[in-house]
């Protein structure tokens, strides 16, 4: 299944936060969207996922989502949205509840989801209980329980010290690896991003535009590799240099706002 970006605008009111944005995330993808502060990133993320109608444009579904889908589109969100008083488990099978899968379905497909995202011994857990790290990968393993075709991530890694957002990018590769899903990826951060995409969408400050598509060569299991270090900080280096003087412009804008 393809998510695509076809021609979208937006404006809130007067502000117009993205102009003529398309793209297209393919089968097993997985496309980053970085920019300046304030481009309109995380409005197209929420365009793609259905959550906001754009001013113009659309954005479309293409192809038939795995079989057993029951959410072709999935958000792993930056705080979390877990149900403070439910546990693990009770939080991963929320979305699962109101599908026609049996108690025992469900059941097997939050196991398989805690076991991917390595919870199962915290199971009966409370958000309260967990580090901030462990509470991202209940929300991941959330999305996981839905076998979504693409995940929609915003920043989902922002609010994590450096070591666990660390452990985390390493388990969205293992996540990945199969092609299985795809994901579009707004972050800020470009170590993450020449990380896990396998494109690159980079906007102008706003309204949004595509300013270039940086594509990466490497798989991401080379990406891992001591060798590549070199050729992961080009590329960092490639992308500030698009976005630099207008990431500066934007955050003396904020600044004197």
């Keep these: 299944m393809d998510l695509i970006a076809d021609h979208i605008s937006?404006?809130?009111?007067?502000?117009?936060?993205?102009?003529?944005?398309?793209?297209?995330?393919?089968?097993?993808?997985?496309?980053?969207?970085v920019g300046p502060s304030g481009c309109g990133k995380s409005t197209l993320l929420s365009i793609l996922g259905g959550l906001l109608q754009p001013t113009s444009g659309a954005a479309e579904l293409r192809g038939a989502p795995p079989a057993d889908s029951l959410n072709p589109l999935t958000f792993v969100f930056q705080d979390f949205a877990l149900l403070p008083w439910a546990n693990v488990e009770e939080n991963v099978e929320f979305p699962l509840l109101h599908t026609q899968l049996s108690a025992a379905a469900r059941r097997a497909q939050v196991d398989d989801a805690l076991r991917r995202t390595g919870l199962t011994d915290f199971r009966k857990a409370h958000p309260k209980q967990l580090s901030g790290g462990m509470r991202q990968r209940v929300g991941i393993s959330r999305a996981l329980a839905v076998k979504p075709a693409i995940l929609l991530m915003?920043?989902?890694?922002?609010?994590?010290?450096?070591?666990?957002?660390?452990?985390?990018?390493?388990?969205?590769?293992?996540?990945?690896?199969?092609?299985?899903?795809?994901?579009?990826?707004?972050?800020?951060?470009?170590?993450?991003?020449?990380?896990?995409?396998?494109?690159?969408?980079?906007?102008?400050?706003?309204?949004?535009?595509?300013?270039?598509?940086?594509?990466?060569?490497?798989?991401r299991a080379e990406r891992g590799e001591a060798a590549a270090r070199g050729k992961m900080l080009d590329l960092q280096n490639q992308l500030w240099s698009l976005i630099r003087t207008e990431a500066i412009d934007a955050e003396r804008e904020v600044q004197h706002a």
């Design 10 to 33: 937006h404006r809130f009111g007067e502000l117009a936060v993205l102009d003529d944005v398309s793209f297209t995330v393919g089968s097993g993808e997985v496309v980053a969207i």
């Design 154 to 219: 915003d920043e989902p890694l922002s609010a994590l010290d450096s070591q666990t957002r660390e452990l985390l990018m390493e388990d969205f590769v293992r996540l990945l690896a199969d092609g299985a899903m795809g994901a579009a990826y707004v972050t800020h951060n470009l170590e993450e991003a020449v990380r896990l995409a396998d494109r690159i969408v980079v906007l102008s400050r706003r309204p949004g535009r595509i300013r270039e598509v940086v594509s990466i060569s490497m798989t």
